[in-house]
């Protein structure tokens, strides 16, 4: 197969997608969530009238001696104080003519009120109070004045946020219907393998695998952690096939059973080519139509993906952050479009705060470092370490750098946000 580029192997992964399912959730367990329906309103908001200050609710006016009422209250015009409305009751007051109650904000306003006054534009003495003019209606909320009964608060596709989850507890709604979290069946390949969080490594400090040392020749699973914490990010929940040893069969027959318990298979090593390499012949062999196995991009350029009915298998470098950056520019879009998100990768032009390096002879992404100036976005890629278990730290961003090119500082590239 000849090498894709990163748009054409994303739009096949992309094809035919749809989220696993829907559920409901209590708004407690919503946030992050995305709606798998429109939400309408059952009743209004706020569901009755209501203060929208400290202060006094005002009945009619009377002109007072040497007045002359003005729309809603004349000058220095004086009301009698019947009581007190605190919020959550619900007063027996009426309001005639001439009087006034004290109330809180959120209070539901006596019968008879045509009108709030905040308490600090109010004289008062005893049980009377010397009011200002105040235009009808002021600082007094209608019922329904932010949402109307029946009325579309928040559209199908939405990611519930604090906010959203706000709104939603406002109007009365305990649960939502949510899209399902797809579920990633994570798998590294590796004999040299450890889990960090089981059987032991290298003591520190030794040389394994050189002569006169005996120590295997193993690394910890950084791979899985890595990939799993993109995975949550991205909205997926993992499921862990745990680290599958360089042997066909074994990684044939998890992989069949990967498809049947997950949305995705995601795979890292293995994907390389070579005689030790297993990853395109396992996925075929448990069901996997390939389509493709490389693309024209550095790094992550052996990308291996099939297709098992509407299943998808994705195979990515084993290379740390190779890997990383093959997830956040093919997986994390599958990822999100199963979870019902928008799959495309937030992107926009960026000024160079250091010059590249070099120009790459393929297509590159670099890790880099965004961020909001006074001109608009500026980027700095990340200086280059050796190995690569370090290559990411302090990312939020990767530049996208076409092959040839090594712009200096001040000039545009393009750069996709990783949050």
Known sequence: MSPLSLEAARALLLAGLKPPGRVKVKLEEA????????????????????????????????????????????????????????????????????????????????????????????????????????????HLEPVGAEVAAGEEVLAAGTTLGPAEIGLLAALGLREVLVYQRPRVVLATSGSELLDPAGKAGPPAGSQAGYPGVNVPPCIYNSNFYALAAAVEAAGGRVISLGPLADNLEEQVRAYRSALEEGDLLLTTGGAGGSAGDYTAAAFTRAGGEVLFTELNIRPGRRIIAARAGEKLMLGLPGNPPAALVACYLLARPVIRALGGREPAPVTFPARLAAAIDRPRVERAFLWAQARASGSGWEVTPLPRRPGGIRA????????????????GPGEEVTVIILS
Do not use: K, M, W
């Open 31 to 138: 946030a992050g969530r995305v709606l798998a329906a429109a939400v309408t309103a059952p009743g209004p908001f706020p569901p009755f009238p209501r203060s929208l200050v400290d202060g006094y609710a005002l009945g009619p006016p009377v002109a007072a001696p040497g007045t002359l009422p003005t729309g809603l209250a004349g000058p220095g015009v004086i009301y009698r104080l019947l009581g007190t409305v605190p919020a959550g009751s619900n007063s027996e007051i009426t309001l005639s003519p001439g009087t006034a109650a004290a109330i809180f904000t959120g209070a539901r306003p006596p019968v008879g009120t045509v009108a709030i006054i905040p308490r600090e534009l109010v004289g008062s003495r005893g049980d009377f109070i010397s009011v200002p003019g105040l235009p009808p209606g002021r």
């Open 392 to 407: 990411a730290i302090g990312a939020n961003a990767l530049i996208d750098l076409p092959p040839g090119t090594a712009p």
